[in-house]
C-alpha cells in the first residue's frame, strides 16, 4: 500500500473524486487499524458551487476547506452525524471530496453506506478536522494491486436546495458495487 502523495489532492476536484474511487482510507484507532475501499464520492467543486459549504464563505467551520489540498473536514450533521471531505486543489480555493461509502477490507464491522455510517466504522469524528492526509494514523493509500471497474456519474444526494447545482452530475461510485449507498 502505497500513501497517495499531496500533488494526488492539489489538481481539478472532480478529477479526485473519481480518481480516489478504489483507493484505500486507513486510520490507524485505538481499536487497531481500519481500511476501507473507498467505492462512492461526491465532488464539491468550491464557493460557486451552490452545494458546497464553501458557498457561504470563509467561516469557522469551512476554513478547513479553504486550506491546504490533502486535508480532512470532517463535520457533523443533523446534531448526530459525521460525514469526511477531503480537500483538493489550491489553497483558498474551498474545494473538496465527500467520501460517502466505503467497503470493509479490514477490521470493519456495520454498515459503510452512507457518509454518516462510514465515519461511524472508520471510526473517524471532528477530531480529525483538519487532519493532514499525509500521517502515519490517517491517511488514502494505493492498494497493492488496483483494479479499473466502470464509474457511474450521477447527481449528487441531498442538495435540492442548490437549484441547477443539484443537477449536476458530481457523484461517482463503482458500478455495481454492494456498498454504494445509493444507485
Known amino acids: 500500500m502505497q ?24 486510520h490507524v484507532a485505538p481499536g ?4 476501507g475501499r473507498i ?15 464553501s458557498s457561504r464563505g470563509l467561516t469557522g467551520r469551512t476554513k478547513v476547506m479553504f486550506g491546504p489540498p490533502g486535508h480532512a473536514y470532517v463535520y457533523l450533521i443533523y446534531g448526530m452525524h459525521c460525514c469526511m471531505n477531503v480537500v483538493t486543489e489550491r489553497e ?10 466505503i467497503e470493509p477490507v ?20 471532528r477530531r480529525l478536522n483538519s487532519h493532514d ?19 457511474v456519474k450521477r447527481p449528487r444526494i ?9 443537477r449536476r452530475h458530481l457523484r461517482f461510485y463503482l458500478k455495481n458495487n454492494p456498498f454504494v449507498s445509493r444507485p
Open 158 to 166: 441531498g442538495v435540492d436546495y442548490a437549484g441547477v447545482w443539484a
Open 92 to 101: 483558498g480555493h474551498g474545494a473538496a471530496v465527500l467520501l460517502r461509502a
Open 106 to 125: 479490514r477490521n470493519i464491522a456495520g454498515r459503510t453506506h452512507g457518509p454518516g455510517l462510514l465515519c461511524k466504522a472508520m471510526e473517524i469524528d
Open 32 to 35: 487497531g487499524e481500519r481500511i
Open 3 to 26: 500513501k497517495l502523495p499531496r500533488s494526488f489532492y492539489d489538481r481539478d476536484t472532480a478529477l479526485v473524486a473519481r480518481e480516489l474511487l478504489g483507493k484505500w482510507l486507513v
Open 39 to 53: 467505492v462512492e464520492v461526491e465532488a464539491y467543486l468550491g464557493p460557486h458551487d451552490r452545494a458546497s459549504h
Open 133 to 151: 492526509l499525509l500521517s502515519d494514523d490517517f491517511f488514502i493509500a494505493r492498494p497493492s494491486v488496483e483494479d479499473a471497474p466502470p464509474i
